[in-house]
Structure formats: structure tokens, C-alpha cells
């Protein structure tokens, strides 16, 4: 059987699957070239990340199809219902990128209290020039020890970021409206662990008390976080959004920028993908990524591993 692994992926995923007798196509095919490519090629398997869109004309055109794999959490880009619907078999990954995308959460957190992102943009210009006058004006950092970090939503990500912040000596208050209780296992490098039990809250209490507030949510039809919900919150707080592009309002956000009720906002997926909005990329406050929230190496190999291992295991 052939697999088509259109945007990618790991040597392990690859490894995996040839050993099972599977035959991998790492070849990129253009959007609007695929249906013909899958049935050209007598496509089993169509893997993608998130840049290639698997809608119900491609799913419908390809019948050779029997399973649709995403490698990472969301699979907005693929047509889940129409999919299962016709009876494929549609796959993901949640659990292999989730201390990725919290450890990004964490470098533009780092990089925003203590002034980086602008930092690393200045020096290069005006580090010879003006160091003193740098200096002064990158001098007021804060500390994340002991500081609130507010978290919306504590799914595997969620909870992989609260589990760092608790690293970190901070207060961690969260909000999920399927959850009640969060029960987190913090492991240290000698094998000793610690046990952390969360009670959430409403999302008015933790944007309220929040220092710095953390979206981990699926896509919505909604914002999650718009002019209300700015409002709501401290004043010189921080904002990090690593989940999806769409789930906070950005011209609300800028405006929140302006008003200084937020100090800095980071930014890893954006409403307009691949071509995010000029006013962000110039805006000297937001600390920016191109979605990479699951872009590491260990993520991407934990990936390939889960995707062949599912493959394999629904042909048998």
C-alpha cells in the first residue's frame, strides 16, 4: 500500500512504515493537483500537517482512500464528518506535540518580560551607538516567578504548560468548560515526581487575576478572547496565543495594545494564514512565531512514531 505523506514527515514515521511493507511518498503535491496525483498513484494513506486542505471534493474524487492522517492536534484543514462519513478512517497525533507547544509559550514569555524580542531587533542596529540608551529602556523587566499564569482551556497542552509553569514557581489558575479538576504529575530529571491538583475557574476569574494568559483551544465559530474579554483583564498583562489563528480577535487585540491594558501579546498562529495582517508583523509589543508551536524535532519524530504505529495497527 502507498502512503502519502503530502507535507511531510519524520524518518521514524518513514522507518516505521517501510519495515511494515509500506511503500512512503514524500513528494509535495500542489492543492489543486491532488486528487489526481492520490489517483494516479492508488493512494491508501493521504498524511498532512496543516498546510495541505483535504475537503470533501478531494475526499470524494480519491477512492482509493482509507485513511486520512493529521500529524498534530487540530484537523480543521480536513472534512472529519464527510470522511468518517464515507467510512475512512481519520487519525491525529494530540499528545506528540504538546510539550512543544508549551515550551514555546514559554520562550515568548521569557522573551517578552524581559524585553528579547526588541532587544534582539535593536542591538544588531544600534547596540554600538546607543547601548547605554538600550540598556535604560530594557531595563524593566519582570520575573515569571511568582507571577498568575491564566490558562483557557486544559487539554494535553494545557496541562503541559501549567506543568512548566508550576516549574517555574508560578500560580497557575485555568478555565475549561468540560473540566472541573485537573490532576498533573510534575516528573523531574531523578525519576522523583510531585502531584498538583486544579480546580477551574470562570474565564472572568482568571482574566481577571491573570498576569499572563495562555489560549489552548480548539478552533471556534467565536472569538474566545475579543474587546469583553479585554477588558476584563490586568492591567500590563500578557497574552499568548499558540492554539489556532481565529480564536482571539486581533484588531481587538491591537486595540487592547494601544489602550495598555495589555503590555506585550504573542503571537504563534494568526487569522490570516499564511499572510498575517501588516499591522501585527510591524507592531513593536507582539512577540511573533510562523506557527511552530509543534515544529521541534522530538515533537515531529513522537509524530511519525504515532501516525505509522496507527496506520499499521488499523490495517493489521
Same mark, same amino acid.
Given at each position: 500500500?502507498? #502512503? ?5 514527515? %519524520? ?15 514524500? @513528494? ?16 491508501? #494513506?493521504?498524511? #498532512?500537517?496543516? %498546510? ?16 486520512? !492522517? ?16 464515507? !467510512? ?5 497525533? *494530540? %499528545? ?14 521569557? +522573551? ?5 524580542? @526588541? ?7 544600534? !547596540? ?12 524593566? /523587566? ?12 486544559? +487539554?494535553? $497542552? +494545557? ?17 475549561? *468548560?468540560?473540566?472541573? @479538576? ?18 477551574? $475557574? ?14 489552548? #483551544? *480548539? ?7 475579543? @474587546? ?7 492591567? /500590563?498583562?500578557?497574552? &499568548?496565543? %499558540?492554539?489556532? /489563528?481565529?480564536?482571539?480577535?486581533? $484588531?481587538?487585540?491591537?486595540?487592547? $495594545? ?15 494564514? *499564511? ?5 501585527l508583523l510591524m507592531n513593536p509589543a507582539l512577540s511573533l512565531s510562523p506557527h511552530i508551536g509543534a515544529a521541534t524535532v522530538e515533537a515531529q519524530e513522537r509524530i511519525g512514531s504515532e501516525l ?5 495497527? &488499523?490495517?493489521?
Amino acid at each position: 500500500m502507498k #502512503v502519502l505523506a503530502n507535507d511531510g514527515i %519524520a524518518q521514524s514515521g518513514i522507518s516505521a512504515l517501510e519495515k511494515a511493507g509500506y511503500e512512503v511518498i514524500l @513528494t509535495t503535491v500542489a492543492q489543486n493537483q491532488l486528487v489526481e496525483f492520490i489517483n494516479k498513484n492508488n493512494i491508501t #494513506v493521504l498524511l #498532512v500537517r496543516s %498546510a495541505t486542505k483535504v475537503s470533501a471534493t478531494i475526499i470524494e474524487g480519491c477512492p482509493s482512500l482509507k485513511i486520512i !492522517g493529521r500529524g498534530g492536534v487540530g484537523m480543521d484543514n480536513i472534512d472529519v464528518d464527510y470522511a468518517r462519513e464515507k !467510512g475512512l478512517k481519520v487519525i491525529n497525533t *494530540p %499528545a506528540a506535540s504538546s510539550h512543544s507547544v508549551a515550551e514555546l509559550v514559554f520562550a515568548h514569555l521569557y +522573551g517578552m518580560a524581559r524585553f528579547l524580542h @526588541t532587544s534582539n531587533r535593536e542591538m544588531p542596529l544600534e !547596540g554600538d551607538s546607543r547601548f547605554k540608551d538600550l540598556k535604560k529602556a530594557f531595563a524593566n /523587566g519582570v520575573e515569571l516567578k511568582g507571577k498568575t499564569i491564566g490558562i483557557i482551556g486544559m +487539554g494535553r $497542552i +494545557g496541562q503541559a504548560t501549567a506543568k512548566i509553569a508550576l516549574g517555574n514557581g508560578m500560580k497557575v489558575i485555568a478555565f475549561d *468548560p468540560n473540566i472541573d @479538576t485537573v490532576d498533573l504529575e510534575l516528573e523531574f530529571y531523578n525519576g522523583e515526581s510531585i502531584n498538583f491538583s486544579i480546580d477551574t $475557574i470562570s474565564k472572568r476569574e482568571v482574566l481577571q487575576q491573570a498576569d499572563f494568559v495562555t489560549v489552548h #483551544v *480548539p478552533s471556534q465559530k467565536e472569538y474566545i478572547i475579543g @474587546t469583553e474579554e479585554f477588558q476584563l483583564m490586568k492591567k /500590563g498583562s500578557m497574552l &499568548i496565543n %499558540a492554539a489556532r /489563528g481565529g480564536v482571539i480577535d486581533e $484588531i481587538a487585540l491591537v486595540k487592547a $495594545i494601544e489602550d495598555g491594558i495589555l503590555s506585550h501579546a504573542a503571537l504563534d498562529v494568526y487569522e490570516n494564514e *499564511p499572510t498575517p495582517e501588516i499591522q501585527l508583523l510591524m507592531n513593536p509589543a507582539l512577540s511573533l512565531s510562523p506557527h511552530i508551536g509543534a515544529a521541534t524535532v522530538e515533537a515531529q519524530e513522537r509524530i511519525g512514531s504515532e501516525l505509522a504505529e496507527q496506520i499499521i495497527t &488499523i490495517f493489521g
